[in-house]
Each structure stands twice: as C-alpha cells, then as structure tokens.
C-alpha cells in the first residue's frame, strides 16, 4: 500500500481494474466479470459493475422443417416465462394456388378466432378480408402448386402478451408471397388477429387454410421474446 498526497490507497493490482475516487481516496475497483458494464450511479455514489438486462432478447423454443409433407405442425408445452411470442415462417403448400396458414391454440376449435388482412400487388394498390368467428385465425400467406418449386412465402408472427390470463390474445403478421413472380402475381399482406380466450397459450397448432399438406422444406422458428 502507498500514498499520494494522502488520497491514493492501492494494495494490489489487475489487468481490467479501475481507478476511481470514492469522495475521500482514490482507490481500486476489481475487474467485473464478462460482459458485464460499467455503471455510474450518480455524483454521490461509487460506481459499480452491472449486468445488461435481458429485456428483448429472443430465446428459441423450437426451429422446425417439415422433412416431407404434413397436414400440420405443432408446437407443445411453450414455457409460460417471456413476455411476447416470434413465429418467423418460409412456407409452402400442397394448394394449387396462393395459400395461408392459420393457427389454433391450446387445440381450441370453436368459432373463437376473428382477423383481418390488408394486402397489395402492382395491379390492385390495395384489398381486404376479414375473417370472423371462425374455428382458426389466419396467420400468415403461404405460396401454392403454381409458383416455381423453390418460391416460399415470408413472414413474422408477433404473439403480445401471450401468456397473461386476463386478456384475449392478439397478434400481427407481415408476410411476402412471391407467388409466380409475374406483374400483378406478387403479393404484400398485413394480417392482424385475436383468440377469444384469456387463457395463456401454451400450443399452438399450424394448419393450412385450403386444407392441403404444408409441403416439405417449410420451415416455421419460434422464439420466446424476453
């Protein structure tokens, strides 16, 4: 130990330490461990080393590709413990045409789900649908039999507040079909949705809106947002 004036006090040393003054001495605050910062916290206080909040990051629950054709895909026992649900969807069904997927949760069947799309293309600036009291929610657009065999559909599936038990359940979903790459043939749509349960979802089960198998390569990711 050695001193300066009367007001430097350091007994050992380490790559990463810091040297602050603490009102009274300066003095030696210990390396932090990885990744963690450096926080002040304010004028009348020494400062510290904190770790970042987890606030926003994704954790994934479940990356699935359909390895052949299926009628459905599934996902159980989604923990109850983020704040938001992420569906990231490539998809592609066995429909002779454009297609979309639809979703039910908790294996609820009855006529509990209300949504409603907004879609353009270069040959009608703007459409809507809205589907009402149905026994699935649409949720995302699909590409069908007629686009080029490589083509998948584009889109992202917000889930809000997923697992609290007092409101209905609601969700977002942009979402590109490239469909048969010809002027008036590609398509942008904006779907929003709601289940009529304040139950916290726990599955959710993917079918097709025409009734054909999901094809193989689709591949749909979800993630927990914390």
């Known amino acids: 130990s ?8 350091i ?3 380490a790559q990463g330490d810091v040297l602050y003054f603490n009102g009274t001495n300066w003095v030696r605050l210990a390396a932090g461990t990885s990744g963690q ?12 080393w904190d770790t970042p909040s987890s606030g926003g990051n ?3 629950i479940e990356d699935w590709t359909a390895s052949s054709d299926v009628a459905n895909k599934t996902f159980s026992s989604i923990p109850n413990t983020y ?6 969807c490539s998809a592609r069904t066995a429909h002779t045409n454009i297609d979309h997927l639809r979703a039910q949760f908790n294996a609820d069947t009855g006529n509990n789900y209300s949504s409603i799309v907004i879609y353009l293309n270069t040959s009608t600036s703007v459409g809507s649908l809205e589907s009402l009291g149905t026994a699935s929610g649409m ?11 490589s083509a998948f559909s584009a889109g992202e599936v917000i889930i809000t507040d997923y697992a609290n038990t007092v409101t209905w359940k609601s969700y977002l979903t942009p979402s590109f079909n490239p469909n048969l790459l010809t002027s008036g043939n590609v398509y942008l749509y904006y779907w929003g949705g709601i289940w009529k349960s304040t139950s916290a979802i726990s599955s959710i089960k993917i079918i097709t809106n025409s009734g054909a198998n999901i094809k193989q390569n689709t591949r749909l990711s979800l993630y927990g947002i914390s």
Do not use: C, E, R, Y
């Open 83 to 88: 704040k938001h649900l992420k569906l990231i």
């Open 139 to 149: 949720l995302v657009t699909a590409t069908g039999a007629d686009a080029n065999a």
């Open 11 to 13: 007994t050992s040393q």
């Open 2 to 9: 050695w001193g300066l004036a009367g007001d430097l006090s």
């Open 58 to 60: 994704f954790t994934l």
């Open 37 to 48: 910062f450096l926080k002040t916290q304010g004028a009348a206080a020494n400062p510290m």
